[in-house]
């Protein structure tokens, strides 16, 4: 009651002052209507189906990327970006399972990843590292041993890097692991609707060097493996190595034939393009350079040794003869 004996006026700010501290208005005066938002909905729960698959289409676009330059680090010949790259391409390959050929994998991510081990085995060939080689080409035979339903053989190098493994085996004086490898071939060829290795260009030089070999027939294994006349740049690699093989056999079997050469003959018999290419390779070897000549100390000594083991039987037939003679003589 004492509160309608105050003023209007002071209740009605008696009455502001009880809202304002009961939160009703605000500091304008303006009434406070409690507004609620309605809840948002809960998250969705990740699909991880969804997510492998937009990380495989990731390393499959990142394997496209990475093998597009490749390509342009082998007509560069940047070699040690090339090393780079293929350390990230196996890496993506390795993300997509597809380092081992599968019949859970996609035929072009298949692709992808006989592209990428073949790149492999060129830049290995190119790098002059035949360990690296070897290994491409164990880890490509189960892409090239699948069929052509699974696999397509349209873009292969199979024939190219084939080829390469058997000119490295020849180079390496391994003729029983060329022929392993290449009867192996003649069977493939033969299954697959009698299709034989004639035709094959990256398969028959390698053959065609190894029969000259045999043959001892070296003028035809240097004219031919000039860069000019090789199937590709990686075959000149390996052709050099072979040319260099030939060559210090030639020059073993002269060491024995011959005790001396004069250095014209030798320039033409090495397969060396000038008269001091011919003394540097002689002095490489231990050969004594005189007067236009090369000679061989390895048959030096051996006249030698044959002149003293000639006096040393003579001596001993001489003495011999005198002792037959003296016994004759006591006999009488």
């Not at 199937?231 to 030939?246: M, N, Q, R």
């Amino acid at each position: 009651m004492i509160f309608y004996k105050i003023p209007w006026q002071w209740r009605l700010v008696i009455v502001k002052q009880i809202r304002k501290l009961s939160g009703l208005i605000d500091a304008t005066n303006e009434p406070v209507i409690a507004c609620h938002k309605p809840a948002s909905p809960p998250p969705s729960p990740s699909n991880p189906a969804s997510h492998r698959l937009s990380a495989a289409a990731m390393s499959e676009k990142e394997l496209s990327s990475l093998l597009h330059q490749l390509h342009k680090t082998l007509i560069t010949h940047d070699y040690t970006k090339s090393t780079s790259l293929l350390s990230r391409a196996k890496l993506a390959l390795l993300s997509l399972n597809a380092l081992v050929p599968s019949s859970q994998v996609a035929q072009p991510v298949l692709l992808l990843a006989r592209e990428t081990l073949e790149l492999g085995a060129l830049v290995s060939i190119r790098r002059q590292d035949p360990a690296s080689f070897t290994r491409y080409f164990q880890q490509l035979q189960p892409f090239y041993d699948l069929p052509a339903s699974q696999l397509s053989q349209e873009s292969s190098n199979e024939s190219k890097v084939t080829g390469l493994h058997l000119l490295l085996l020849l180079s390496q004086g391994d003729y029983a692991g060329f022929h392993t490898v290449l009867e192996s071939l003649e069977v493939a060829a033969q299954s697959d609707g009698g299709k034989g290795l004639e035709g094959d260009t990256f398969v028959q030089y390698p053959v065609k060097l190894e029969q000259w070999l045999m043959e001892g027939a070296y003028d035809r294994v240097w004219e031919v493996t000039k860069s000019e006349k090789v199937p590709s740049e990686e075959y000149a690699v390996f052709s050099d190595v072979l040319v260099g093989t030939i060559r210090s056999e030639i020059a073993s079997c002269s060491e024995k034939a011959y005790p001396s050469l004069p250095i014209s003959n030798a320039k033409n018999l090495l397969f060396l393009d000038s008269e001091g290419s011919v003394i540097e390779f002689a002095q490489a070897r231990g050969w004594v350079v005189k007067d236009g000549r090369i000679y061989f100390p390895l048959q030096q000594e051996q006249g030698v040794s044959h002149e003293k083991e000639t006096l040393a039987t003579s001596g001993q037939v001489i003495e011999n003869t005198i002792g037959y003679a003296r016994e004759l003589e006591m006999i009488v």
